[in-house]
Each structure stands twice: as structure tokens, then as C-alpha cells.
């Protein structure tokens, strides 16, 4: 079924309607290369490969993007992505004067970590920004696999987002779980090098 662009809040105009959905591909492709983007780098590739003609205020392009992260938000929470939710792609558009997202990236920040057996911590110095995710001890082998996978995907993002705020990218991301893991799961975790902490079950409690 094809998305709706006009169901977006931030796509409230005819040009913003045309745009945000041009925008996806680059920002899949600049996320993949792992780069942030300017906004005017951005309008430049708008017209490069979309014939869409630059505006003079790159501040313009703030709404279609967030439209974007809107986008990404609700795909994200369609049943055929089965939970999977998507990288907040948007949150790599940085400004070239201060090299940091606007600030409306949060809310699709936050959207991509809450409720989903997941949670983000800064360690004491503030220079890190951790990951979690947690397994119950009754959960499935395959579950526990996909916690691997899942972080796996915080981790990159959380790195991706710090080189987009021109930090160090040492974000991490920890599997939490009271039961060890099969064979097969501990040795998907030495491969991808997850960190892996096994805790009482009490803990549950």
C-alpha cells in the first residue's frame, strides 16, 4: 500500500508534500555511507538528481524534514515491519553553523528507543550515551537474538547521531538478560561484538 505524504503534519503544503518524500532516498544513502548532511548540501542534491529548485533560506527545508522523521515514525509502526522500528534518519540533516540537528529531531529520537525493551543513559561524565536492552529469562532464543540485532542498530545510530553533533562517537549499546544464550546467540554476539550482561533473575522482580 503506498504511503500517504499528505497525512503528514509537517507536509502541509504543496511544496513540502512534493519534497519530503525526494528527501528518504538521500538521507538512506547518506545514513548508510555514515555522514551527516547539510541542509544546503541537501537542497543541492534536491535539484541534482529530483529537479527540485533550491531555495535561497535553507532554514525552509527544517518542515520537510521533520515530515520525513514523521514518515519514518509511521512506517516504522505498520505490522509488516513486525516491531522493527526505523533509524531516525532525519537526525543526521545538521546545520552547517552548528553542526547539530533542529531540535523537533528529538521527538523521532526518542520515538525510535521508548517502549521497546530499550532504554538510553549518559554515564556519569556525560560523554557517552548507552543503549539497553533488555531480554526477560523467559524469553525465546530467537528473541534474544533479535536483541543482538537490535543492538547492533542502536549502536549505529547512537554514533551516527554523535558524529552528526560533532562528538565522539563512542556511543555503545548492552544486551541485558538472566539467562545465558545458546551456543549459537553467544556466538552471534562474539561476531558482532555486542556486550552482553547476564543478571539474577531476581532482578525481574
Known amino acids: ?79 509488516e515491519w513486525r516491531g522493527e522500528r526505523i533509524p531516525p534518519m532525519n537526525t543526521i540533516v545538521v546545520s552547517k553553523g552548528t553542526g547539530y540537528p533542529s531540535t523537533g529531531a528529538d521527538e523521532i529520537a526518542y520515538y525510535f528507543f521508548e517502549d521497546n525493551g530499550a532504554g538510553m543513559a549518559a554515564d556519569d561524565s556525560g560523554k557517552q550515551r548507552l543503549a539497553v536492552e533488555v531480554k526477560t529469562s523467559t524469553c525465546s532464543e530467537d528473541d534474544l537474538m533479535r536483541g543482538v540485532y537490535q543492538c547492533v542498530k542502536y549502536r549505529a545510530i547512537l554514533r551516527a547521531e554523535q558524529l552528526a553533533t560533532r562528538r565522539v562517537p563512542n556511543g555503545d549499546a548492552v544486551l541485558i538478560c538472566p539467562r545465558a544464550p545458546r551456543k549459537i546467540t553467544k556466538a552471534l554476539i562474539q561476531r558482532l561484538n555486542v556486550n552482553f550482561r547476564r543478571v539474577p533473575v531476581a532482578a525481574e522482580h
Open 1 to 79: 500500500m503506498a504511503f500517504d505524504w499528505t497525512q503528514l503534519l509537517l507536509a502541509n503544503t504543496p511544496w513540502r508534500i512534493q519534497v519530503v518524500a525526494d528527501i528518504l532516498p538521500i538521507l538512506i544513502r547518506r545514513a548508510k555511507e555514515g555522514r551527516p548532511i547539510f541542509y544546503g548540501e541537501l537542497a543541492e542534491q534536491l535539484e541534482h538528481e529530483f529537479g527540485h529548485e533550491p531555495k535561497a533560506r535553507k532554514t525552509v527545508y527544517g518542515p520537510p524534514v521533520g515530515a520525513a522523521g514523521q514518515a519514518i515514525e509511521q512506517l516504522g509502526r505498520r505490522p
